[in-house]
């Protein structure tokens, strides 16, 4: 079972870079029409350097260009089985778009267990940092594990 | 697409939108699309095998549809934070409904911005995803 002695545990570093087909797929796969997501000039005219990404894609990019996805839950020795996603956060700095690579740090950031123990929820916070070192983004997942 | 601060009061709904129903092409696809290959979404034995009747959907497969109702009406840009609470799993089927309603109006970091409130409910009103997020207006 994972306890607090796990917070501040960090993980590999992920570099990902914003794909416009790989977008175009994840666009297509939710029947997005957003002409600011379908159409370079229209994000130009937006006032984007190019298609900017939607709010959720973060999360998808780190676990993408991800060496070992789900490394964090191997490390932890947590089976897949007995996970399901408790809440999600974002924090946005600068807008992401199609062109950018990115580097996600991530470290477990709580641990508590709840239901006397039935449930542990673990928190690993991530930031995410642009080809320009800016910090453009923070996440913050919470995983629930039944024990 | 740009929300005018002297056109927003609390209460108003901005965010309003439905998809269609969730299918297992829709959850295979974006187990591709989003890089979370968790068998759990897509695998029935999987699934199974770990106490569930059928595959569901991910958690942030909803996010993604409550993330597009919500830049329909505001530009990615001006998101200054997004967060969701997975209240309930989402089955199979389910035709989800995203809602955001202006809860607060406020002035951060020298610009005016908006709290909505955020839901994501089934064709029977229960609701899978209960969030909110900040815009810059």
């Known amino acids: 079972m994972v306890d607090r002695s796990a917070i501040g545990r960090s993980f590999s570093p992920v570099h990902a870079s914003v794909e416009p087909g790989r977008l175009r797929y994840f666009f297509n796969t939710l029947g997005e029409r957003n002409p600011i997501y379908r159409d370079a000039e229209a994000a130009k005219a937006a006032g984007y350097a190019a298609i900017p990404i939607p709010p959720t894609y973060l999360f998808c990019l780190e676990m993408m260009d991800a060496e070992k996805p789900f490394e964090f839950l191997e490390a932890l020795q947590i089976d897949l089985a007995r996970v399901l996603h408790g809440e999600q956060r974002f924090s946005y700095h600068a807008p992401v778009v199609v062109g950018d690579t990115l580097t996600f740090r991530s470290q477990v950031s709580d641990v508590v267990d709840k239901k006397a123990g039935a449930l542990t929820i673990v928190n690993v916070a991530t930031e995410v940092t642009n080809q320009h070192g800016h910090k453009v983004a923070e996440a913050v997942r919470s995983i629930i594990i039944r024990n | ?137």
């Open chain 2, 1 to 137: 697409m740009s929300l005018q601060a002297k056109n927003i009061a609390v209460g108003d709904r901005i965010v309003n939108k439905t998809f269609p129903p969730i299918s297992r092409h829709t959850l295979a696809l974006y187990c591709g699309a989003s890089g979370d290959h968790n068998p759990i979404h897509v695998d029935l034995d999987f699934a199974k095998k770990a106490g569930f009747d059928d595959v569901f959907a991910h958690g942030m497969l909803v996010m993604a549809y409550l993330g597009q109702a919500l830049t329909d009406a505001v530009a990615p840009g001006a998101i200054r934070s997004f967060s969701t609470r997975f209240a309930a799993i989402t089955q199979l089927g389910t035709q989800l409904t995203c809602e955001g309603d202006v809860a607060e109006l406020f002035e951060a970091m020298g610009e005016k911005r908006v709290r909505l409130s955020l839901t994501a409910k089934n064709e029977k009103g229960e609701i899978k995803l209960a969030g909110e997020a900040v815009i810059a207006v």
